[in-house]
């Protein structure tokens, strides 16, 4: 969803872990979309985690 969208309505957007080869990502926080999806490609194993922290 667009930026502008999400401060308009102040949404917050809680990131998704990804877990990718022994290393965890927070979605567009450490790691945008497009690496992520590259990753995925090359990797030996990987898993999406959910926290509430």
């Known amino acids: 969803m667009p930026q502008q969208i999400l401060d308009q309505y102040e949404v917050e957007v809680i ?3 990804v877990y990718i080869d022994s290393e ?3 979605d567009n926080v450490t790691i945008t ?7 995925m490609k090359k ?11």
Do not use: C, H, W
């Open 33 to 39: 979309p497009l690496v992520v999806i590259e990753k």
């Open 15 to 17: 990131p998704l872990s």
């Open 24 to 26: 965890t990502y927070e």
């Open 43 to 53: 990797a030996a194993s990987f898993r999406q985690r959910r926290s509430l922290q």
